[in-house]
C-alpha cells in the first residue's frame, strides 16, 4: 500500500511510503526500472525507515503524500490520523526523522483546520500545494485544492475539484519549464 512518492531529482532517487496501519508507514527508496523496494536501501539490511509520530501528536501515523522542494531539495510530507487533522512536516530522507512545520490552519475561514491533505506537489517556483481526499470529517475540506505555505502550513483555498470525482488523493505540478518550439 505505497501511498506517496516522490523523485529526488538531486539524487535521481524516488522514495515512497508504506502504509502500515495501524502502526507507523515506512520511508523507502523504489527501483526506477523495476518499480521494486530497494534492499539495503539505507544501510546494510534496512530495507526502510520507520516515519515517527511527530511530537505531540502520537496518533499521526498516517503519511499520505510527500514531495521534494525544487527550490533547496527538502522533502515535505502530509501526516495525519486516518484522514482526521494534519500537519505539514519535512522527512530527512536519510534518516526519516521528523520536523514539524505546522497545522494546516485554513485561512479563508477562521478556526477551520482543514483534514485530510492527501496529495501534496510544488510547482516550478517552489509554491506548495495540497489536496484533500474524502475521508475527513469536515465537509468544508473535502475535494479541494489549497495553496499551502511551506513555511507554517498555512492553507489557502484555491477552490473545489469537479463534483464528478471525489477523494483527490494525489496531485502533480510542473516543476520544470515547458518549452516550445515554433515553426514557421
Excluded: M, W
Amino acid at each position: 500500500d505505497i501511498d506517496g512518492i516522490s523523485y529526488d531529482k538531486t539524487t535521481k532517487t524516488l522514495y515512497g511510503v508504506l502504509r502500515r496501519n495501524p502502526a507507523n508507514d515506512v520511508l523507502l527508496k523504489i527501483s526506477l526500472t523495476t518499480g521494486a523496494h530497494i534492499p539495503n536501501a539505507f544501510g546494510p539490511g534496512q530495507d526502510y525507515l520507520v516515519v515517527p509520530a511527530p511530537a505531540g501528536f502520537p496518533a499521526f501515523k498516517d503519511v499520505d503524500d510527500l514531495t521534494f522542494d525544487p527550490t533547496n531539495g527538502d522533502l515535505y510530507a502530509t501526516i495525519d490520523d486516518g484522514g482526521t487533522g494534519g500537519i505539514l512536516i519535512k522527512l530527512d530522507k536519510n534518516t526519516a526523522a521528523v520536523t514539524i512545520i505546522g497545522t494546516y490552519n485554513d485561512t479563508s475561514l477562521a478556526g477551520n483546520l482543514v483534514d485530510d491533505i492527501e496529495g501534496l506537489s510544488f510547482d516550478t517556483n517552489g509554491q506548495l500545494y495540497g489536496s484533500t481526499g474524502n475521508n475527513g470529517p469536515d465537509a468544508k475540506d473535502k475535494n479541494r485544492l489549497f495553496k499551502l505555505d511551506k513555511t507554517t502550513g498555512a492553507a489557502t483555498l484555491v477552490g473545489p475539484f469537479p463534483s464528478t470525482f471525489v477523494d483527490y488523493e494525489s496531485l502533480g505540478c510542473l516543476t520544470q519549464l515547458a518549452s516550445l518550439v515554433l515553426k514557421k
